[in-house]
């Protein structure tokens, strides 16, 4: 902290920020459904993203790499108010602005130029896609889970198919990158238009994401042992 001349910890401001540090190998991204249980019944649905880093020459699968490497949504549907079937989960991709000591292209240049159009307009990256296969596999989870799962609340995470997979730019660092739950009618094969909340007559849960590069927790004193398999692996 700025007021801790010895330096200390600093408190996470937001779920919906993807921190990746350097040294790891950039994170495989997945667009997923989530869920948020109470005592084991489903209560609200939100889309996310699930990422994950190899290590052990692939051998282990790391999803939670530490602070800010679950992002949760900031907006959630009461589960129940919309047919399942008629959910879509799409995700849109736009620069982030220019934040201090971020590397400026020289003005006036194609390159600026170029950034200033990126970081007014949304990529559709993920079309309009049904999560009814997810939340049977959440039903299915449920199903067979153990007792704990039933106490308090939890959150399930499942990951659409491998076959739609986020493109790698969407999660590069810099990047911004939102995804809705909505009631949007798919065969109506139009992007959803982020630039006109007020004229937004769908219903959606949203997650508004924001990538950054952290420094490697390789030096680091304060490494919980867990992570040190992944962080000082080779």
């Not at 003005?107 to 159009?117: H, T």
């Not at 896609?129 to 199903?143: K, Q």
Request: aromatic share 10%.
């Amino acid at each position: 902290m700025a007021e801790d001349e010895k330096g200390g910890w600093v408190n996470p401001l937001t779920f919906e920020q993807l921190w990746l540090p350097q040294g790891l190998a950039m994170p495989k991204s997945r667009a997923a459904l989530g869920a948020v249980l109470k005592n084991g019944v489903p209560r609200f649905l939100f889309p996310t993203t699930a990422t994950t880093v190899g290590s052990d020459g692939g051998r282990r699968l790391w999803y939670n790499r530490g602070v800010n490497s679950l992002p949760l949504a900031k907006t959630w549907l009461t589960f129940g108010d919309i047919p399942i079937n008629d959910l879509r989960l799409s995700a849109y991709t736009q620069l982030l602005p220019k934040t201090f000591g971020s590397k400026e292209a020289e003005v006036g240049s194609d390159e600026a130029v170029d950034l200033a159009i990126r970081r007014s307009v949304w990529k559709p990256v993920l079309p309009l896609i049904s999560v009814a296969d997810a939340f049977n596999t959440i039903l299915e989870v449920m199903a067979s889970a153990p007792d704990a799962l039933g106490e308090g609340f939890c959150y399930l995470i499942v990951p659409l198919s491998e076959e739609i997979a986020l493109p790698e730019e969407a999660i590069q660092p810099g990047n911004r990158l939102r995804l809705f739950l909505s009631d949007v009618d798919a065969t109506e094969g139009k992007p959803l238009n982020l630039d006109d909340r007020e004229g937004w007559k769908w219903t959606h849960a949203e997650c508004d994401l924001s990538m950054f590069e952290t420094e490697s927790g390789r030096e680091s004193d304060f490494m919980p042992e867990v992570y040190k398999p992944l962080f000082l692996s080779e």
